[in-house]
């Protein structure tokens, strides 16, 4: 009777210990903490990206995506590409960034952005080449206010361009008209 008892006992202890090894793993898989400083999220989990894509697409929404995939998959994804879609409007060899919006321009829209009507980029979704058509900015500070967004995000006003490196109130009020959120 006893030897029954300790072996059930080693079976108990057995299971205990190695179902706590897989409920840890689990919980450090993918966890969410908040910085009690300001209460802002903090993603632990990389492996997955979180976008929106609209406009000229199949299938508008949000999206989440493996870390690492390029705007054509975020486009195949949303269903591909409406036969009004500007292809040149976008640049598909992008890595997704996460947070961010993508806007796939219809040709209309694409030809009224090229002739200076009223389409205005967005600095959340400008390409390095948008951005350079804006009076004062070149290549070197297009590429910091893209690198800017990358790491911290969305740019939440226009004022938010003050915070990129190479950027100053001159340069600002240059473009402030020219641009959008």
Do not use: W
Not at 148 to 167: A, M, Q, W
């Amino acid at each position: 009777m006893k030897r029954r008892f300790n072996f059930i006992l080693i079976i108990v202890a057995l299971i205990l210990f190695s179902s706590c090894g897989k409920a840890e793993t689990t919980i450090n898989e993918a966890y969410i903490m908040t910085d009690s400083s300001d209460n802002e999220l903090l993603y632990e989990d990389t492996d997955t990206v979180v976008a929106q894509i609209d406009g000229a697409v199949n299938a508008p929404g949000v999206y989440e995506i493996s870390v690492g995939l390029r705007v054509r998959d975020l486009v195949e994804a949303a269903g591909g590409m409406r036969e009004d879609a500007a292809l040149e409007s976008i640049n598909l060899a992008e890595v997704v960034t996460d947070g961010l919006r993508y806007h796939i321009l219809t040709i209309e829209e694409y030809e009224a952005s090229r002739t200076g009507s009223s389409a205005k980029p967005n600095i959340n979704t400008a390409t390095i080449e948008q951005l350079m058509t804006l009076a004062g900015i070149g290549e070197s500070k297009a590429r910091s206010i893209i690198e800017y967004r990358e790491k911290n995000g969305t740019f939440k006003s226009v004022e938010d361009l003050l915070k990129v490196s190479g950027i100053k109130r001159g340069t600002l009020d240059k473009i402030l008209a020219d641009i959008t959120v």
